[in-house]
């Protein structure tokens, strides 16, 4: 009995519903990008039934997608006495949040105010640009999903939406008003318009689906990273999932087209025929793909055919013009410029075209001349045994592998030499004066900057200081403070040398000072 009621608690612990239980599939439909909104009729004529196999279809609908900002986004708004807006297009970027969100969908009852919620949908939902609304220049669909009971004056506000640009799709479950819906869906009525008995919703899934992605496949191929001799292709990858390849066909524009820009653009005609193109094939899981060995200064022309059994796709096309060419040395820049050295760098680095660096050096106005080659994969070299405080001109030339050679000029200054201070005495005269003498009458002398300050229990300290002519070696200063200390410094043209400091020694309280020289 224990073993027969341990087998039955098993066998019911394994056919319990797991929450966890098969999680919704990532989409993998990368070819579309653009706003869907569901106009859910949920109102009394709907029965909980209905309801929840309309939900059961969306799910199943939407399940393959890929969702987000720069791919599809999904709305739901459901009909009612008044209409509510379950979720709006930003909600909501991954399948596992919005399965779960259309489970937990109620319905709404009440009267069928589809005109109403048409106006919702126009004025917010649906429009381009507005906060919370559809994405600027990209496709916008409507998909009404109604059992076809009093839909209401429906014409004219689904007339509008159409001449605004919104694509409108129609999923009947009833039989009735075939005449007012064919007049709201966007033609070809055929693919826009579906009768559907409510349990056989799912054998129109998939012809609904194909019909949302013809309206929202993001045929657009971009142009980025254009350079002088090459550029980047990228696409949205509508063969992911799928067998198949890329193949890529550019060239340069036949005399007489016109370029898109030196940026790069989007376009979708092809016209490469009449010209001499070259080929690249890339795998099915591309979406870029770059281009070498371009022409500088040149507009090329690129298509993208997506080759598969499966589906058929359109070619693609863009026109961008390769940027000028820019020859090295464009820039030359100087650091760590020292007494007797510099380091001088240039730009851009092109090893690829670049054979060798020449440089060239002299003093200002007419020194001797000085040179050094490095290696195309240098960018800097550091000039030594240079004369302090002097003017060099610098001259850095490129030979490029063409044979053409450009240079280009710069002006550098080492350094001065700033010789420290050699000594410094201070002897006392009196109770509060000291005399002050040191060394000095260095080459390039300008001067000496003299400090003092002092600085007693309960007064704040106090600074002064004096400049000296560059003859000057020994001052007198007066009525100092006590322990007060003296500072000399030699100032040159550029800078000021390394200065010695001294403490006065001497019993003084006098809180006035001043100098004498």
């Given at each position: 009995?224990?073993?027969?009621?341990?087998?039955?608690?098993?066998?019911?612990?394994?056919?319990?519903?797991?929450?966890?239980?098969?999680?919704?599939?990532?989409?993998?439909?990368?070819?579309?990008?653009?706003?869907?909104?569901?106009?859910?009729?949920?109102?009394?004529?709907?029965?909980?039934?209905?309801?929840?196999?309309?939900?059961?279809?969306?799910?199943?609908?939407?399940?393959?997608?890929?969702?987000?900002?720069?791919?599809?986004?999904?709305?739901?708004?459901?009909?009612?006495?008044?209409?509510?807006?379950?979720?709006?297009?930003?909600?909501?970027?991954?399948?596992?949040?919005?399965?779960?969100?259309?489970?937990?969908?109620?319905?709404?009852?009440?009267?069928?105010?589809?005109?109403?919620?048409?106006?919702?949908?126009?004025?917010?939902?649906?429009?381009?640009?507005?906060?919370?609304?559809a994405r600027l220049g990209?496709?916008?669909?409507?998909?009404?999903?109604?059992?076809?009971?009093?839909?209401?004056?429906?014409?004219?506000?689904?007339?509008?939406?159409?001449?605004?640009?919104?694509?409108?799709?129609?999923?009947?479950?009833?039989?009735?008003?075939?005449?007012?819906?064919?007049?709201?869906?966007?033609?070809?009525?055929?693919?826009?318009?579906?009768?559907?008995?409510?349990?056989?919703?799912?054998?129109?899934?998939?012809?609904?689906?194909?019909?949302?992605?013809?309206?929202?496949?993001?045929?657009?191929?971009?142009?980025?990273?254009?350079?002088?001799?090459?550029?980047?292709?990228?696409?949205?990858?509508?063969?992911?999932?799928?067998?198949?390849?890329?193949?890529?066909?550019?060239?340069?524009?036949?005399?007489?087209?016109?370029?898109?820009?030196?940026?790069g653009g989007t376009g979708?005609?092809?016209?490469?025929?009449?010209?001499?193109?070259?080929?690249?094939?890339?795998?099915?899981?591309?979406?870029?793909?770059?281009?070498?060995?371009?022409?500088?200064?040149?507009?090329?022309?690129?298509?993208?055919?997506?080759?598969?059994?499966?589906?058929?796709?359109?070619?693609?096309?863009?026109?961008?013009?390769?940027?000028?060419?820019?020859?090295?040395?464009?820039?030359?820049?100087?650091?760590?410029?020292?007494?007797?050295?510099?380091?001088?760098?240039?730009?851009?680095?092109?090893?690829?075209?670049?054979?060798?660096?020449?440089?060239?050096?002299?003093?200002?106005?007419?020194?001797?001349?000085?040179?050094?080659?490095?290696?195309?994969?240098?960018?800097?070299?550091?000039?030594?045994?240079?004369?302090?405080?002097?003017?060099?001109?610098?001259?850095?030339?490129?030979?490029?592998?063409?044979?053409?050679?450009?240079?280009?000029?710069?002006?550098?200054?080492?350094?001065?030499?700033?010789?420290?201070?050699?000594?410094?005495?201070?002897?006392?005269?009196?109770?509060?004066?000291?005399?002050?003498?040191?060394?000095?009458?260095?080459?390039?002398?300008?001067?000496?900057?003299?400090?003092?300050?002092?600085?007693?229990?309960?007064?704040?300290?106090?600074?002064?200081?004096?400049?000296?002519?560059?003859?000057?070696?020994?001052?007198?200063?007066?009525?100092?403070?006590?322990?007060?200390?003296?500072?000399v410094s030699p100032i040159?043209?550029?800078?000021?040398?390394?200065?010695?400091?001294?403490?006065?020694?001497?019993?003084?309280?006098?809180?006035?000072?001043?100098?004498?020289?």
């Open positions: 009995m224990e073993s027969l009621m341990l087998t039955w608690m098993l066998l019911c612990s394994l056919l319990r519903p797991s929450a966890t239980q098969n999680p919704p599939p990532d989409g993998v439909l990368n070819c579309c990008e653009g706003d869907v909104l569901f106009l859910l009729d949920s109102s009394g004529s709907v029965s909980s039934y209905e309801h929840s196999r309309m939900l059961a279809f969306l799910s199943e609908l939407l399940l393959p997608f890929s969702l987000g900002q720069d791919q599809v986004r999904v709305g739901l708004l459901q009909v009612g006495t008044r209409p509510r807006l379950e979720f709006g297009f930003d909600t909501y970027s991954t399948q596992s949040d919005l399965q779960g969100a259309l489970r937990n969908t109620k319905p709404l009852r009440g009267d069928t105010n589809t005109v109403e919620a048409l106006k919702m949908a126009r004025d917010r939902v649906l429009r381009s640009g507005a906060a919370d609304g990209l496709p916008r669909v409507l998909v009404w999903l109604t059992d076809g009971v009093k839909p209401g004056d429906v014409i004219g506000p689904m007339a509008e939406l159409r001449e605004e640009g919104v694509a409108v799709l129609v999923v009947s479950t009833g039989h009735g008003n075939y005449q007012v819906l064919r007049q709201v869906v966007t033609p070809p009525v055929e693919n826009h318009l579906y009768f559907v008995d409510i349990d056989d919703m799912s054998i129109i899934t998939e012809d609904l689906r194909d019909a949302i992605i013809e309206i929202i496949r993001a045929e657009r191929i971009n142009v980025r990273d254009v350079s002088t001799n090459s550029a980047t292709l990228q696409w949205r990858p509508v063969l992911s999932g799928l067998t198949g390849y890329y193949e890529i066909r550019f060239g340069p524009l036949p005399s007489g087209g016109a370029g898109v820009g030196a940026g979708t005609s092809p016209s490469t025929s009449g010209s001499h193109y070259q080929r690249l094939a890339q795998s099915a899981d591309s979406s870029t793909a770059r281009l070498t060995g371009l022409k500088p200064d040149t507009t090329y022309t690129a298509t993208l055919t997506p080759e598969s059994n499966e589906q058929a796709f359109n070619t693609l096309s863009v026109t961008f013009t390769t940027k000028p060419e820019v020859l090295s040395p464009a820039v030359v820049t100087v650091s760590e410029s020292g007494q007797t050295s510099v380091r001088v760098s240039w730009g851009p680095l092109q090893p690829e075209t670049v054979t060798s660096y020449y440089i060239e050096y002299s003093a200002l106005p007419r020194g001797k001349l000085h040179a050094v080659t490095v290696g195309r994969t240098q960018n800097s070299t550091l000039l030594k045994e240079l004369q302090p405080d002097t003017t060099y001109l610098v001259t850095v030339s490129a030979l490029h592998a063409s044979g053409r050679e450009k240079a280009m000029s710069v002006k550098v200054c080492t350094q001065e030499v700033t010789p420290a201070l050699a000594d410094l005495q201070l002897t006392t005269v009196g109770s509060d004066s000291v005399q002050v003498d040191w060394k000095g009458s260095m080459a390039g002398l300008r001067g000496y900057w003299l400090t003092w300050e002092g600085k007693q229990s309960s007064v704040p300290a106090q600074r002064s200081s004096l400049y000296l002519p560059p003859d000057s070696l020994s001052t007198r200063l007066s009525h100092l403070p006590p322990l007060a200390r003296v500072c040159y043209k550029t800078a000021r040398g390394e200065g010695l400091c001294c403490t006065a020694q001497f019993d003084s309280d006098a809180l006035a000072y001043g100098y004498r020289s």
